[in-house]
């Protein structure tokens, strides 16, 4: 028998998609292992209201364990959390794709020795205990990680636990007292901002239309939108913007971002660096629009524009208006 514990991150009177997704899966699994999935929630009193708490049951968590503490920090979830697995014996930590989730699932791992797998797109249960699948070789293969240590600590990739419709089912709402290291106290929230992209997922997507550090500004993404909403595809990005933070990581293609196969991939001021072409070179259709005429990545496209993409950009999307409306 073995219980799970996931971390429910809320704003704004809401759950994220990912952490209900996660509670989703967590029941799933803990009915699997005889026993039973719980959420941890940290915030502001106001912010935790009996009714938000208790609509976790809804998605199958049978305990909400309720923390006072300040919201969007990492450093006090990780004591939060390892405080109840200690008292209540979790074997599993479970949190659904995020930076965030990312931050908060390493520290808990650090804290209770645990074993970790990151990036996780399913979770099974074999011979009673918890493997995790996690795809490794730019996605080509899928590895299956078991844990030896007490607690098992997984994370999930970005949407890849899908949150069901939440039942009339409700959880038991139980305030918990923590008493938070004084490191966990230093740093603040200072403001807050929703990144672009972040709920997209490209690798479904059967046309891309990528930006580089060409667009200029962050900005610059708004033409690339419009383009890919009249084609009925995604915006996708390199490494370079995502960091500068134009763009949501989770968008990013490339050796540490997303390896995708699309019909068309329309790469917009993107130089072709080798690390963001094994992300991409799969695709089945390759334009680049650059305007340096030794870019690297006229040497692997299908077809390559030389120019200014902020001319070239809103012109083409007015072209595939014009054809569509024909
Ligand atoms: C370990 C490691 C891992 C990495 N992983 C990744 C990864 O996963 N994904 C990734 O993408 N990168 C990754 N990188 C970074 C990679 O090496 C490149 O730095 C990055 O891909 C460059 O991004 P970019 O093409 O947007 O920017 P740049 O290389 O700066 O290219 C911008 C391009 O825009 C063109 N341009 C400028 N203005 C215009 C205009 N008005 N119209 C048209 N074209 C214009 C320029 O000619 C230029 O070719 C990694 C690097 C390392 C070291």
């Given at each position: 028998?073995?219980?799970?514990?996931?971390y429910?991150?809320?704003?704004?009177?809401?759950?994220?998609?990912?952490?209900?997704?996660?509670?989703?899966?967590?029941?799933?699994?803990?009915?699997?292992?005889?026993?039973?999935?719980?959420?941890?929630?940290?915030?502001?009193?106001?912010?935790?209201?009996?009714?938000?708490?208790?609509?976790?049951?809804?998605?199958?968590a049978?305990?909400?364990?309720?923390?006072?503490?300040?919201?969007?920090?990492?450093?006090?979830?990780?004591?939060?959390?390892?405080?109840?697995?200690?008292?209540?014996?979790?074997?599993?930590?479970?949190?659904?794709?995020?930076?965030?989730?990312?931050?908060?699932?390493?520290?808990?791992?650090?804290?209770?020795?645990?074993?970790?797998?990151?990036?996780?797109?399913?979770?099974?249960?074999?011979?009673?205990?918890?493997?995790?699948?996690?795809?490794?070789?730019?996605?080509?293969?899928?590895?299956?990680?078991?844990?030896?240590?007490?607690?098992?600590?997984?994370?999930?990739?970005?949407?890849?636990?899908?949150?069901?419709?939440?039942?009339?089912?409700?959880?038991?709402?139980?305030?918990?007292?923590?008493?938070?290291?004084?490191?966990?106290?230093?740093?603040?929230?200072?403001?807050?901002?929703?990144?672009?992209?972040?709920?997209?997922?490209?690798?479904?997507?059967?046309?891309?239309?990528?930006?580089?550090?060409?667009?200029?500004?962050?900005?610059?993404?708004?033409?690339?939108?419009?383009?890919?909403?009249?084609?009925?595809?995604?915006?996708?990005?390199?490494?370079?913007?995502?960091?500068?933070?134009?763009y949501?990581y989770?968008?990013?293609?490339?050796?540490?971002?997303?390896?995708?196969?699309?019909?068309?991939?329309?790469?917009?001021?993107?130089?072709?660096?080798?690390?963001?072409?094994?992300?991409?070179?799969?695709?089945?259709?390759?334009?680049a629009?650059?305007?340096?005429?030794?870019?690297?990545?006229?040497?692997f496209?299908?077809?390559?524009?030389?120019?200014?993409?902020?001319?070239?950009?809103?012109?083409?999307t007015?072209?595939?208006?014009?054809?569509?409306?024909?």
């Amino acid at each position: 028998m073995m219980s799970i514990l996931v971390y429910a991150l809320h704003h704004e009177g809401a759950f994220n998609k990912n952490s209900l997704g996660a509670v989703t899966e967590g029941a799933r699994l803990a009915v699997e292992l005889g026993g039973e999935c719980h959420a941890l929630v940290l915030g502001e009193p106001a912010a935790l209201g009996d009714e938000l708490c208790d609509s976790l049951g809804g998605h199958g968590a049978t305990r909400v364990f309720r923390v006072e503490g300040p919201e969007g920090l990492a450093q006090p979830v990780v004591d939060a959390m390892a405080q109840v697995i200690r008292e209540q014996g979790h074997g599993c930590a479970l949190f659904g794709g995020g930076l965030l989730g990312f931050e908060i699932g390493a520290g808990l791992t650090a804290r209770l020795d645990a074993g970790v797998c990151m990036e996780v797109t399913g979770v099974r249960v074999q011979d009673g205990k918890l493997v995790a699948e996690r795809p490794i070789l730019q996605d080509s293969s899928v590895s299956d990680v078991h844990f030896r240590s007490d607690v098992g600590v997984i994370i999930g990739r970005l949407n890849a636990f899908e949150p069901k419709a939440a039942s009339d089912a409700t959880a038991t709402v139980e305030d918990v007292s923590v008493e938070f290291a004084p490191h966990s106290l230093k740093a603040r929230m200072v403001s807050r901002g929703e990144q672009r992209g972040a709920d997209v997922n490209i690798e479904d997507a059967d046309i891309l239309v990528a930006g580089g550090r060409g667009l200029g500004k962050a900005e610059g993404f708004d033409a690339l939108e419009d383009l890919a909403g009249v084609l009925g595809g995604a915006v996708a990005a390199t490494r370079a913007v995502v960091d500068a933070g134009w763009y949501s990581y989770a968008a990013q293609i490339g050796q540490t971002g997303k390896t995708v196969s699309p019909k068309l991939y329309l790469a917009a001021g993107i130089s072709g660096a080798i690390q963001h072409k094994v992300g991409m070179q799969g695709s089945e259709h390759i334009v680049a629009i650059n305007k340096d005429a030794n870019a690297p990545i006229f040497e692997f496209s299908d077809l390559g524009v030389v120019g200014d993409l902020n001319k070239i950009v809103p012109k083409l999307t007015e072209a595939v208006k014009a054809r569509k409306g024909a």
